[in-house]
Structures are given as structure tokens and as C-alpha cells.
């Protein structure tokens, strides 16, 4: 009997530290496995986690900034808008001589030598197309209920009444005016907010929210 104690009890201490050998080596086995099949994740500045789940961001709406109805860097002011506040001389050099009369100048006059690409200067629908005797041909385009552009004095209308131009898209070209002494190829654009003339030079830069 003593004899299978001193047999037995060995057996017995060696098939126990066995179980608890081989149950720590499939624990850490299936630690290592999950940590090798789960996404490794990473926290944000705003704790929340990247990877699978992506954090939300939150975004301001964008709003066009009006841009000048050209695209060449030849093009300059030919004449200014006629400003009420301005000195008498300023006011002197935005009026415009047809005939025998002295009208008001209500948009920009803007000249080149050569002839020149006319763009929208805001996406928005073109609502006419017509003649004048002054300016020839005209094209307006609404932007909103508030803010329309005219441009005169154009040619090689590209757009049609109804058409949804795209800000930047080329519309038309200048021409040749009779109101420039200098005979340059010209450009008459216009700025209408709530229907009052308003100075285009003032409005480049700015978005079209701040004229809802």
C-alpha cells in the first residue's frame, strides 16, 4: 500500500500541474487570437473611436463667394458705378455721354483691348435676353429671390432663356462699344439687390448667403 502511495501521489501532482499548464496555454491562445481578429482602435481628440466606427464631423454649410464676371487679367474699370456719397469728380467720371445726355452709371464699365470671355459670377437660372440700343445685347441672371446680375454690351450669347449656368461658365463675349471713347471691347454689368442698383465692385469675395 505504501508502495502505490509513493507511485500514485506523483502521477496524481503531475497530471494536475499538467491541466493547469495546458488551461494557462489555451487562455493565453485565445487571448492572442482575439486580440490578432479584433480592429485595432484608436481614440480621438474628441474620445471618439476610429476604425470601424468613423467620427462624425460636423460641417458648416458652404456658401459661393461671388466672383468678377471675367477671367482675363487684361480687363480693368473703364467706368464706375455712380456712388451718391462719392466726391463731384468721382461722380463726374461715372456718368455716361449717349447723344447729347449724361446718364447715371449703374453697374461697371469693364474694358480690355481685345475682346473677352464673359462668366456667371453666381450659378443661378437666366431669365432674359434682350436688345438695346445703348448696350445691345443683354442677359440677366437671377440668383434668388433678391440678387440678379445684368451683362451688356455682350455677344456671342452661349445660354437661352430658362438655362441654369453654372458659376464661372462662360455666357457670352464683350464687344466693341459706342459709350467707350477709347473703343475698347466692353463689358456693362450690374448688380440688382431687392431691385436697387448696388456697386459690383463692393460684392466680390462676398457669399451669396449675405443676400438671402
Not at 21 to 35: A, K, N, P, R
Not at 90 to 95: A, F, T, V, W
Amino acid at each position: 500500500m505504501g508502495k502505490i502511495s509513493k507511485v500514485l501521489l506523483p502521477t496524481m501532482y503531475l497530471g494536475i500541474i499538467s491541466v493547469m499548464i495546458i488551461s494557462v496555454v489555451l487562455v493565453l491562445s485565445g487571448i492572442q487570437s482575439f486580440l490578432n481578429e479584433s480592429p485595432i482602435h484608436q481614440y480621438t481628440l474628441d474620445n471618439v473611436f476610429e476604425g470601424d466606427v468613423m467620427p462624425v464631423v460636423k460641417q458648416e454649410p458652404t456658401y459661393e463667394s461671388i466672383i468678377k464676371p471675367y477671367l482675363t487679367d487684361n480687363v480693368t474699370v473703364g467706368r464706375y458705378f455712380y456712388d451718391f456719397e462719392s466726391d463731384e469728380k468721382k461722380q463726374e467720371d461715372s456718368l455716361i455721354l449717349y447723344g447729347d445726355t449724361y446718364m447715371q452709371n449703374n453697374g461697371v464699365d469693364y474694358v480690355c483691348k481685345d475682346k473677352f470671355d464673359v462668366v456667371a459670377v453666381l450659378a443661378g437660372e437666366v431669365v432674359s435676353i434682350e436688345d438695346s440700343e445703348i448696350y445691345g445685347k443683354i442677359l440677366t441672371i437671377k440668383h434668388n429671390d433678391n440678387l440678379k446680375t445684368v451683362y451688356s454690351n455682350i455677344t456671342d450669347v452661349l445660354v437661352t432663356v430658362g438655362y441654369y449656368a453654372s458659376q464661372g461658365e462662360i455666357i457670352a463675349s464683350s464687344k466693341k462699344s459706342t459709350i467707350d471713347n477709347n473703343n475698347n471691347s466692353m463689358l456693362h454689368f450690374e448688380v440688382y439687390y431687392k431691385d436697387n442698383a448696388i456697386d459690383p465692385e463692393n460684392i466680390y469675395t462676398l457669399s451669396v448667403s449675405e443676400f438671402q
